[in-house]
C-alpha cells in the first residue's frame, strides 16, 4: 500500500532550498553570538550547528562578515516581528503605555537582544557591521514612529522635543538591559514606573 497521502510533503524548489540552507545558517550565526559572543562565533561553528558542511556554509557566505551582515538583518526580522506582535496584543485600555513598556522591557532583555547587543558593540570596530546595523537603526526609527508615537500624545503647545520622547524610552530600555544584572534592582522599577506614569 502506497505512503498515506498526510504524509506527502511535496519537494522545495531549489530557490527554496536554497532559502531555508540560508535560514538555518543565520539562525545558528544568532546562536552562537548569544551563547558565545561575537569573538568566539566561528564560521566553523555555525555551519556545525546548522547541520551543514563547511563547503555548503562557504557557498551561501563566502565570508565571515557576509554571514554576520546577514545574521544582522535576520535579526532584526526576528526581534522586531516579535515586538510588532507583541504591540498589536495592547488593548486601548487608560494602561496602555504601561503594557507597551512592559513588552519592550521584556524584548530588550530576550535572548536576541543579546545577540543584537554582540553585533552593535562589535560595529564599532568592524566597517562592514557598521553598516548593516547602521541600516537597521534606521528601521528601528521607523518603527517606532510607526508604532509608538500614539502612545506619547502630544498636547497642545508642546515642544519637538516631545516627538522624540519614544526613541528616547527605547534608547533608556536598551541601556538598562545592557547594564543587565549589574544594575540597582530598585533604580530599574523606579525609572520603569517613572516612563509609565510620568505625565507628558
Not at 10 to 30: G, V
Not at 138 to 165: K, M, V, W, Y
Request: one cysteine or more; glycine letters at 6%; a negative charge.
Amino acid at each position: 500500500m502506497g505512503a498515506s497521502s498526510t504524509n506527502f510533503r511535496p519537494r522545495l524548489t531549489q530557490d527554496e532550498k536554497t532559502a531555508e540552507t540560508r535560514r538555518r545558517l543565520l539562525d545558528a550565526a544568532i546562536e552562537c553570538l548569544i551563547e558565545r559572543g561575537y569573538s568566539n562565533t566561528t564560521t566553523s561553528e555555525i555551519a556545525e550547528r546548522a547541520g551543514l558542511s563547511r563547503g555548503a556554509q562557504l557557498y551561501h557566505f563566502p565570508k565571515k562578515e557576509e554571514l554576520l551582515t546577514g545574521a544582522v538583518e535576520h535579526l532584526f526580522d526576528l526581534m522586531f516581528g516579535e515586538m510588532k506582535e507583541k504591540v498589536s496584543r495592547l488593548t486601548n485600555e487608560n494602561d496602555r503605555r504601561a503594557m507597551a513598556i512592559d513588552l519592550l522591557w521584556e524584548t530588550f532583555n530576550g535572548r536576541m537582544a543579546s545577540a543584537w547587543i554582540e553585533l552593535v558593540v562589535a560595529s564599532r570596530t568592524d566597517s562592514h557591521l557598521q553598516a548593516s546595523v547602521s541600516a537597521a537603526n534606521d528601521r528601528i526609527t521607523e518603527f517606532i514612529n510607526r508604532s509608538f508615537q500614539e502612545l506619547f500624545p502630544r498636547s497642545a503647545g508642546s515642544s519637538a522635543f516631545h516627538e522624540l520622547i519614544p526613541h528616547i524610552v527605547c534608547l533608556t530600555l536598551e541601556g538598562m538591559a545592557l547594564e543587565g544584572m549589574t544594575l540597582n534592582g530598585e533604580l530599574t522599577t523606579k525609572i520603569l514606573t517613572a516612563l509609565k506614569t510620568y505625565k507628558l
